[in-house]
T-cell receptor, first 112, second 110 residues
Framework: EAGVVQSPRYKIIEKKQPVAFWCNPI?????LYWYLQNLGQGPELLIR????????DSQLPKDRFSAERLKGVDSTLKIQPAELGDSAVYLC??????????FGPGTRLTVL | DAKTTQPPSMDCAEGRAANLPCNHS???????VYWYRQIHSQGPQYIIH???NNETNEMASLIITEDRKSSTLILPHATLRDTAVYYC???????????FGTGTRLTVIP
């Protein structure tokens, strides 16, 4: 069974540019999560989807971050415009009904 | 969510058992204890979870004290590939969000 797929794996952009990350969850998993992980820290939740509905986006900086999960499968996380402090790893996870989450490899973003 | 406390780092000799402790003294009711690990440059990986009874799977064993205020993750025969950051998490009843904290960095030494 394929795991959570994320792309790209690495992205380097200049500040003020837009960037987008894509996630394909495990087939059949209704819940999808986006996490942010800074160097030396544990992942922090940005947004959680149940099917196509964002049920927890309280930690998502809505002035520059946006996310969507059309059709309740794939999801895209966007930053516009990117700032230097956005350099981090962006992780996507999915879970079936329940608590165990399965993570993708992440996208490492570097903002110059 | 119940707060968890873990040592920042531990070493373990290859082939020996690695015992990773976690305190969760404010755990209550039906809150489960989850363990994940994160190998360098990879996403977190689920290991095991439990409520009251000890649990074992192909990766590890989880020992939860009778008062449920602490637990220990046991890797019975640590290998170099077990070098990772290990996170002990108590998500809270009805909560899907995992608070990872900073975990324990386990280094398996040849």
């Amino acid at each position: 069974e394929a795991g959570v797929v994320q792309s790209p794996r690495y992205k380097i952009i200049e500040k003020k540019q837009p960037v987008a990350f894509w996630c394909n969850p495990i087939s059949g998993h209704n819940t999808l999560y986006w996490y942010l992980q800074n160097l030396g820290q544990g992942p922090e939740l940005l947004i959680r989807y149940e099917n196509e509905e964002a049920v927890d986006d309280s930690q998502l900086p809505k002035d520059r971050f946006s996310a969507e999960r059309l059709k309740g499968v794939d999801s895209t996380l966007k930053i516009q415009p990117a700032e230097l402090g956005d350099s981090a790893v962006y992780l996507c996870a999915s879970s079936p009904q329940g608590r165990v989450q399965y993570f993708g490899p992440g996208t490492r973003l570097t903002v110059l | 969510d119940a707060k968890t406390t873990q040592p920042p780092s531990m070493d373990c000799a290859e082939g020996r058992a690695a015992n990773l402790p976690c305190n969760h003294s404010t755990i209550s009711g039906n809150e489960y204890v989850y363990w994940y690990r994160q190998i360098h440059s990879q996403g977190p990986q689920y290991i095991i979870h439990g409520l009251k009874n000890n649990e074992t799977n192909e990766m590890a064993s989880l020992i939860i004290t009778e008062d449920r205020k602490s637990s220990t993750l046991i890797l019975p025969h640590a290998t170099l590939r077990d070098t990772a950051v290990y996170y002990c998490i108590v998500p809270g009843t009805g909560a899907n969000n995992l608070f990872f904290g900073t975990g324990t960095r386990l280094t398996v030494i040849p």
